[in-house]
């Protein structure tokens, strides 16, 4: 029997994967809503759980800490179920002995199959799908310049004002930003453009009316 601990904080998905799972005959499955009170279940459990699942969002550190717990203490292999990620956040969480990365567009069948592929000591690395834009990261001109205004430290409003354009473009263009970057947050964005610099490429304010 495959021991699972989920860590998922919103109660339908727990109810639903708990259920699909069960249906297995070989996983049993046990869930919490945090990292906190995963941590807690992990060194308190008599027994070792073979995976622990956890949502992961794109630059979120939150499993840092229970890798290092689960890792030093052989208390389970972590397996992150996620979006989508940048190259930079796929190498640091490999950098951090995770068992492996599942896209979450995937279908159960292949959850489950990942599972009892890192249960039986393999790794199981999904890397994001390219839709043939953008997936390598290249901004244009107009988004490099809104991110740089992002790295300044100014809101929206005062970069549709630096840029020209009305607030609903500048969320528009950091949208684009942000997936294109493999984040979903502005902390998130500072974090990894600080990491892999935007260079020297030339921008102009006037490329923002096009929106």
């Given at each position: 029997m495959?021991?699972?601990?989920?860590?998922?904080?919103?109660?339908?998905?727990?109810d639903?994967l708990?259920?699909?799972?069960?249906?297995?005959?070989?996983?049993?499955?046990?869930?919490?809503?945090?990292?906190?009170?995963?941590?807690?279940?992990?060194?308190?459990?008599?027994?070792?759980?073979?995976?622990?699942?956890?949502?992961?969002?794109?630059?979120?550190?939150?499993?840092?800490?229970?890798?290092?717990?689960?890792?030093?203490?052989?208390?389970?292999?972590?397996?992150?179920?996620?979006?989508?990620?940048?190259?930079?956040?796929?190498?640091?969480?490999?950098?951090?002995?995770?068992?492996?990365?599942?896209?979450?567009?995937?279908?159960?069948a292949?959850?489950?199959?990942?599972?009892?592929?890192?249960?039986?000591?393999?790794?199981?690395?999904?890397?994001?799908?390219?839709?043939?834009?953008?997936?390598?990261?290249?901004?244009?001109?107009?988004?490099?310049?809104?991110?740089?205004?992002?790295?300044?430290?100014?809101?929206?409003?005062?970069?549709?004002?630096?840029?020209?354009?009305?607030?609903?473009?500048?969320?528009?263009?950091?949208r684009?930003?942000?997936?294109?970057?493999?984040?979903?947050?502005?902390?998130?964005?500072?974090?990894?453009?600080?990491?892999?610099?935007?260079?020297?490429?030339?921008?102009?304010?006037?490329?923002?009316?096009?929106?």
């Amino acid at each position: 029997m495959i021991r699972i601990l989920l860590i998922e904080d919103l109660a339908v998905v727990r109810d639903s994967l708990a259920l699909a799972l069960a249906m297995t005959g070989d996983m049993e499955l046990r869930c919490c809503s945090s990292v906190k009170q995963s941590i807690q279940m992990l060194q308190s459990s008599s027994r070792r759980f073979d995976v622990v699942l956890l949502k992961q969002r794109i630059g979120d550190e939150k499993a840092d800490e229970l890798l290092s717990i689960a890792n030093q203490n052989g208390l389970g292999r972590v397996l992150i179920i996620t979006p989508w990620l940048s190259d930079l956040e796929h190498r640091r969480l490999v950098s951090l002995r995770v068992a492996g990365i599942f896209g979450k567009q995937r279908p159960l069948a292949d959850l489950i199959r990942a599972i009892r592929d890192v249960a039986a000591g393999q790794t199981w690395f999904d890397r994001p799908p390219s839709n043939g834009r953008g997936s390598n990261g290249a901004l244009t001109g107009q988004e490099r310049r809104a991110a740089e205004l992002v790295l300044e430290g100014l809101v929206n409003k005062e970069i549709g004002g630096r840029m020209g354009i009305s607030e609903n473009c500048v969320k528009a263009v950091l949208r684009r930003v942000f997936q294109k970057k493999g984040v979903h947050s502005r902390g998130q964005l500072v974090r990894v453009l600080l990491e892999s610099p935007l260079g020297a490429q030339p921008h102009s304010d006037g490329a923002a009316q096009g929106l």
